[in-house]
């Protein structure tokens, strides 16, 4: 049984940070994932990608809309992928969810990934 948890999401005003935590349940990252992944979704849009990390953490990618303000990280021993989020913007403000993948495909759609958390809610006031 596979399970990904994210948590961490809240409000918090313009120019403020959160970090979201993502911990996988039922596997292992280090062994496991391929990649891991964030994406977003605010109301009435798709589900964008924002950035990925690759297994052993040296390689990630990051959409520009959040580049130079999020950062991504993991904790191995935890079990965990961090989201950093820095300088936050209204425009920010989506329904967060973390992915995982283990089919080699760490692109920036939403098939590339397999597993799924269940969403976290962030939302940035001005």
């Known amino acids: 049984q596979v399970q990904l948890v994210e948590s961490g999401g809240g409000s918090v005003q313009a120019g403020g940070s959160l970090r979201l935590s993502c911990t996988a349940v039922?596997?292992?990252?280090?062994?496991?994932?391929?990649?891991m992944g964030w994406f977003r979704q605010a109301p009435g849009k798709e589900r964008d990608w924002i950035a990925t990390?690759?297994?052993?953490?040296?390689?990630?990618h990051y959409a520009d809309s959040v580049k130079g303000r999020f950062t991504l990280s993991q904790d191995n021993t935890k079990n965990t992928l961090y989201l950093q989020m820095n300088s936050m913007k209204p425009e920010d403000t989506s329904m967060y969810y973390c992915?995982?993948?283990?089919?080699?495909?760490?692109?920036?759609?939403?098939?590339?990934?397999?597993?799924w958390g269940q969403g976290t809610q962030v939302t940035v006031s001005s």
């Open positions: 039922g596997y292992s990252l280090s062994t496991i994932a391929y990649c």
């Open positions: 990390i690759y297994t052993g953490g040296r390689v990630t």
């Open positions: 992915a995982a993948s283990t089919l080699r495909l760490c692109g920036t759609s939403r098939d590339d990934y397999n597993y």
